[in-house]
């Protein structure tokens, strides 16, 4: 292959271009905040399941205390109906007095019962809900860190983007002009090799694979036409000679 010895050195401002993009992309991906980020969002949907399982419980302790208030308020409301009767003297017949005097030692030991009950519930909520409070304060904290980490990723984006964008700029002067078939068998070795599809035959040694080249391979390179496209033996990539050769 032919080229134009001003075009092979062009080639090289395009490799350094697509080298400075490959690591612009790079950082890109690797920003801390994004696994940051990542940590924080499955903490965050952890603590949000838990969070939606202690709700439940919550509310279903609720109800049950609810029952359970209703059903001392009940049998109470009752008791003191009775009691009424009793204290209004509406129950004279001597069997009905004991029958409802023994109805009533039943009934405070309804209310005892139910009272328990009802205090164990009232327990278990105090319990949940208390976790509950917890898990909601952790999710305001992990939102807080989430949304602090994210303005921090996009800053850092929003940077190398820019750099991104302006060597893309500086790539595209970069490439007009060079011959098609120059650039179509760098993108080719850049695929294959890398990243690096060009390389500086720099002080007798290729910056692709940095090895010396021998000088019987000197020698033929020293020989070879300015405009022949030259390839590394040892790595096959275009190799160009610039003024530091040492040939």
Known sequence: MKADPFAQLKLLDVQELDSQQDQLRHRLAS??????????????????????????????????????????????????????????????????????????????????????????????????????????????????????????????????????????AERAQAVSGLPEDLLTLYTRLREQKGGVGAAALRARSCTGCSLQVNASDLAVIAKAPSDEVLRCEECNRILVRTSESGI
Not at 108 to 119: C, G, K, M, P, Y
């Open 31 to 168: 920003i801390p905040q994004i696994q940051q980020l990542a940590e924080l969002t499955k903490r965050r949907a952890e603590v949000d399941d838990r969070a939606r399982d202690a709700r439940i419980a919550v509310d279903d302790l609720a109800r049950e205390q609810k029952r359970a208030d209703a059903d001392v308020e009940q049998v109470k409301a009752r008791r003191q109906r009775d009691l009424d009767r009793m204290e209004q003297g509406l129950v004279t017949n001597p069997k009905d007095l004991e029958r409802m005097q023994g109805e009533l030692v039943s009934l405070e030991r309804r209310i005892a019962s139910l009272e328990d009950t009802e205090l164990e519930v009232m327990e278990q909520l105090e319990t949940r809900q208390g976790e509950l409070d917890g898990l909601t304060a952790e999710l305001a904290t992990l939102d807080e860190q989430i949304s602090a980490a994210s303005a921090q990723r996009d800053q850092a984006a929003g940077a190398l983007e820019a750099q991104l964008t302006q060597t893309a």
